[in-house]
């Protein structure tokens, strides 16, 4: 961030390396009990939902109460978004209010509008283009069960959706090879991988999935549907993209498994694989709190 602009959070391809590994150490370091103790007294984060959620809501929600602030839970429907006020005027009257806001959104240019009004920081809690928190837990989840990512062979199986555009990011920013198996038409974002592979990223695209996880190191589905979607015809195209144990058998003796949720069993993931000793899931879902905590330290000092 330059001198006097908020430090926002809006994806994992605007931050120099550095500074990413910095708020993954952070977030272990919460995790250990080894933080800053409450740095957040007496500020308010907002948080605008026009789509639904869980864990993001509750992981900020929850961290943000344990560094000693407070939360404003907004949705679409509930405000005057819902009846047509931009978010440029939104994000003006919230920096008003509150010392931070976290969004989930479906354009990106919307979350582009409110880090452009905005006079606090804005955090990217989901768009149609990435998901930046989810992957920043990912890999130190990954982190956290076999060491650095760097070297490493991570295998994406299924859509091409937002986050696997942050995996995309995250390859390059971390120094792993991310393998993308995805049917043609559900490759993922042609903007995403030509930054990574410029940032000296190692990006491969591919349609067989059994290719993408031949000996890989982890391997990463998620929902064939996301939200806003209704292009049900995609199911039989992602038929074969089923994460199962015959998938699996072709990765690394130790390979991990991972899902950002909300999974849907007997689709992308079989429940033998998300209830099986190489998954890590319910890890992700937890380090949401723990390196949001850290995103949110990171934003607000
Ligand atoms: N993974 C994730 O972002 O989950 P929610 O949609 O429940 O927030
Ligand atoms: N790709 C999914 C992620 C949900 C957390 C979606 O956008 O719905």
């Known amino acids: 961030?330059?001198?006097?602009?908020?430090?926002?959070?809006l994806d994992i391809d605007r931050f120099e390396p550095e500074t990413l590994r910095g708020l993954i150490d952070l977030g272990k370091a919460y995790k250990a009990g080894?933080?800053?103790?409450?740095p957040l007294v007496g500020k308010i984060l907002a948080m605008v939902f026009e789509k639904p959620s869980?864990?993001?809501?509750?992981?900020f929600e929850?961290?943000?109460?344990?560094?000693?602030?407070?939360?404003?839970?907004?949705?679409?429907?509930?405000?005057?978004?819902?009846?047509?006020?931009?978010?440029?005027?939104?994000?003006?009257?919230?920096?008003?209010?509150?010392?931070a806001i976290m969004i989930r959104t479906d354009s990106p240019a919307k979350l582009?509008?409110?880090a452009r009004?905005?006079?606090?920081?804005?955090?990217?809690?989901?768009?149609?283009d990435s998901h930046p928190c989810q992957v920043m837990a990912d890999v130190m989840t990954y982190e956290e069960h076999r060491g650095t990512l760097a070297g490493k062979v991570v295998a994406w199986v299924g859509d091409g959706n937002n986050v696997a555009a942050s995996w995309i990011h995250a390859s390059a920013q971390f120094g792993c090879t991310l393998r993308v198996a995805a049917p043609a038409p559900l490759m993922p974002?042609?903007?995403?991988?030509?930054?990574?592979?410029?940032?000296?990223?190692?990006?491969?695209?591919?349609?067989?999935?059994?290719?993408?996880v031949e000996g890989a190191d982890l391997v990463v589905t998620d929902t064939w549907l996301s939200m806003g979607c209704r292009?049900?015809?995609?199911?039989?195209?992602?038929?074969?993209?089923?994460?199962?144990?015959?998938?699996?058998?072709?990765?690394?003796?130790?390979?991990?498994?991972?899902?950002?949720?909300?999974a849907h069993r007997g689709e992308e993931v079989t429940d033998s694989v998300m209830d099986g000793p190489r998954s890590v899931v319910w890890d992700e879902a937890e380090n949401r709190m723990h390196v949001q905590k850290a995103i949110l330290t990171w934003c607000l000092s």
């Open 189 to 212: 974002s042609a903007k995403a991988v030509a930054w990574a592979r410029q940032r000296g990223g190692r990006v491969d695209l591919m349609t067989d999935p059994a290719v993408a």
């Open 1 to 9: 961030a330059k001198p006097g602009l908020p430090r926002h959070f």
């Open 117 to 128: 009004y905005a006079t606090v920081p804005v955090i990217n809690g989901l768009t149609d």
């Open 231 to 262: 292009d049900e015809s995609r199911a039989s195209l992602l038929a074969p993209y089923q994460v199962n144990d015959a998938l699996m058998a072709r990765a690394a003796a130790d390979a991990l498994f991972m899902h950002c949720l909300p």
């Open 54 to 59: 869980t864990r993001t809501r509750v992981s």
């Open 62 to 99: 929850a961290g943000m109460k344990q560094l000693g602030g407070d939360v404003v839970a907004l949705t679409r429907a509930d405000t005057q978004l819902g009846r047509g006020e931009t978010i440029a005027d939104t994000a003006r009257v919230l920096s008003r209010f509150v010392n």
């Open 34 to 38: 080894r933080g800053p103790d409450r």
């Open 112 to 114: 582009d509008d409110l």
